[in-house]
Nanobody
Framework: QVQLVESGGGLVQPGGSLRLSCTVSGTIFGIYMAWYRQAPGKQRELVARITTDRSTKYLDSVKGRFTISRDNVPGAVYLQMDSLKPEDTTFYYC????????WGQGTQVAVSS
């Protein structure tokens, strides 16, 4: 059973930055990975994904502000979030793409002045 542990969230002012980290129990070599987010009462949405050759794709609303990266061994995925906006406030989760693993606890991001 793959275990995912997200960290790096917190409270930041609009325009600020955060770097989220996700550690995976085991290697992620050969696996597409992604960051998702979900606000209470809303569906989880795909924020960014990264392929095995490090090709990336982003949700339109975060393009140019967020950057996803990965380390295959040990397995880790990162999300650099710059120019944060209040609408980025929610819980963030990492997983494989498309998601088939059990979700971790996520990390909470709050953007507020």
């Amino acid at each position: 059973q793959v275990q995912l542990v997200e960290s790096g969230g917190g409270l930041v002012q609009p325009g600020g930055s955060l770097r989220l980290s996700c550690t995976v129990s085991g290697t992620i070599f050969g696996i597409y990975m992604a960051w998702y987010r979900q606000a209470p009462g809303k569906q989880r949405e795909l924020v960014a994904r990264i392929t095995t050759d490090r090709s990336t794709k982003y949700l339109d609303s975060v393009k140019g502000r967020f950057t996803i990266s990965r380390d295959n061994v040990p397995g880790a995925v990162y999300l650099q979030m710059d120019s944060l906006k209040p609408e980025d406030t929610t819980f963030y989760y990492c997983s494989n793409f498309p998601n088939t693993w059990s979700w971790g606890q996520g990390t909470q991001v709050a953007v507020s002045s």
